[in-house]
C-alpha cells in the first residue's frame, strides 16, 4: 500500500493507486492524482466528467460504462481519452476517487 501527501493529508492508495477510503476524497486529492496519471492541470472539461462519474457512482453505486459515459457526458470516446491518457476506468475514475472498475487495470 502506498501513500499520497496532500497538503497535510495523508492518503492511502491500493496497489494501483486508487484511493483505499474513497471518503477522503476532495478536489486537492484530486490534482494530485492527477498528476501521477499524466494529467497536468484539470480543466473544465475534465471536472465535468469527473463530477458526471461521482454523481453516476453516488446514484448506482458502480461507474458507468464506456458507451454509458460517452452517451451521458457528450464527450466521444477519444475526447476522453485525451482527457484522461490512461483511459476512462484507470485514469477518470481514479482521479475522480471512485473504486477500481472492475476488469480495470
Same mark, same amino acid.
Given at each position: %500500500?502506498? !501513500?499520497? @501527501? &496532500? #497538503?497535510?493529508? *495523508? &492518503?492511502?492508495?491500493?496497489?494501483? #493507486? +486508487?484511493?483505499?477510503?474513497?471518503? &477522503?476524497? $476532495?478536489?486537492? @486529492?484530486?490534482?494530485?492524482? /492527477?498528476? $501521477?496519471?499524466? @494529467?497536468?492541470?484539470?480543466?473544465?472539461?475534465?471536472?465535468?466528467?469527473?463530477?458526471?462519474?461521482?454523481?453516476?457512482?453516488? !446514484? +448506482? =453505486? *458502480? /461507474?458507468? %460504462? @464506456?458507451?454509458? %459515459? *460517452?452517451?451521458?457526458? #457528450? +464527450?466521444? !470516446?477519444?475526447?476522453?481519452?485525451?482527457? +484522461?491518457? /490512461?483511459?476512462?476506468?484507470? =485514469?477518470?475514475?481514479?482521479?475522480?476517487?471512485?473504486?477500481?472498475? $472492475?476488469?480495470? *487495470?
Amino acid at each position: %500500500m502506498s !501513500q499520497l @501527501v &496532500v #497538503g497535510s493529508l *495523508v &492518503v492511502e492508495l491500493d496497489e494501483d #493507486g +486508487f484511493l483505499e477510503d474513497h471518503s &477522503v476524497w $476532495t478536489e486537492d @486529492v484530486a490534482r494530485a492524482l /492527477a498528476n $501521477t496519471e499524466e @494529467v497536468e492541470e484539470l480543466t473544465e472539461e475534465h471536472w465535468k466528467l469527473i463530477n458526471y462519474l461521482r454523481e453516476y457512482y453516488d !446514484q +448506482f =453505486g *458502480v /461507474a458507468p %460504462m @464506456v458507451r454509458k %459515459m *460517452v452517451k451521458d457526458s #457528450g +464527450f466521444d !470516446q477519444k475526447k476522453i481519452y485525451e482527457l +484522461f491518457p /490512461a483511459g476512462p476506468g484507470k =485514469g477518470a475514475c481514479k482521479i475522480a476517487g471512485l473504486p477500481k472498475p $472492475t476488469g480495470c *487495470v
